[in-house]
């Protein structure tokens, strides 16, 4: 069963290739736009950011893989099974992403500082995503039931995770299909963590379960209302 410890040094692999990958970003980013003259080079903004989330995203996904291989070696589960790793972004997301991203830089008063927080926001996400989906593809191929959740970690979680955290380890793609369960918005912590069944959840669910009841009590059921009012009474985005 993952503890809380699990999730908290997984997250910490996570984060240090987010870190390395948006510090080579940075760097590049700098000497592009010092050697900047005439128009500035999307293509070739692209083109380095597709290569940059296939390389640390690779990583990210071999880490999740590992991860989930590990926690099903010390979980209650018959049979064998290996987790199955998902591939990088695919080269077109990745190129669509830096292309909104570099937005800031045509307006009328073109910010590079807006421009380069885009453009890391992305690809903090797109670096975590095939790790991401590595769970959740796991999940559905384990023969053993499996379900994960979305732990929330950090310093702030916002309401759409909290909504999602609140309803422990259901997710599965039979649950997760159409539905909001497998997007994350830029610079999102929160970590997708198998659950085996007859385990718990390494957090406090029903806390969540709580929150999110309290907001519905008052707004009722849309759900869109419900996040307003959890923004609200828990003072967060
Ligand atoms: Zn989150």
Redesign the pocket.
């Given at each position: 069963m993952a503890t809380p410890a699990d999730v908290a040094a997984f997250r910490a692999t996570q984060t240090d290739l987010v870190t390395v990958a948006l510090a080579e970003l940075a760097e590049w980013w700098e000497q592009l736009l010092a050697l900047l003259t005439g128009d500035v080079p999307v293509a070739q903004i692209e083109a380095f950011t597709a290569d940059l989330v296939a390389v640390y995203g690779d990583a990210a996904a071999l880490a999740a893989g590992d991860w989930y291989d590990e926690l099903r070696e010390h979980a209650d589960v018959s049979g064998r099974f290996r987790a199955r790793m998902a591939d990088p972004a695919p080269q077109g997301q990745a190129e669509a992403v830096a292309r909104w991203a570099v937005g800031p830089l045509f307006g009328a008063q073109p910010d590079q500082h807006a421009a380069l927080e885009h453009l890391s926001g992305g690809v903090q996400r797109l670096v975590l995503q095939p790790a991401r989906q590595t769970i959740a593809d796991s999940v559905d191929a384990d023969p053993a039931d499996a379900r994960w959740a979305?732990v929330?970690s950090g310093r702030t979680?916002?309401a759409?995770?909290r909504l999602l955290a609140s309803r422990g380890a259901v997710y599965h793609s039979e649950e997760t299909a159409g539905g909001l369960a497998n997007g994350?918005?830029g610079r999102?912590?929160?970590v997708p963590t198998p659950v085996w069944p007859g385990e718990q959840e390494p957090y406090d669910v029903d806390a969540f379960l709580e929150e999110y009841e309290a907001a519905r009590a008052k707004a009722g059921g849309d759900p869109n209302a419900i996040l307003a009012q959890m923004r609200l009474d828990l003072g967060i985005n």
């Open positions: 979305r929330p979680t916002c759409f995770c994350y918005h999102c912590d929160c």
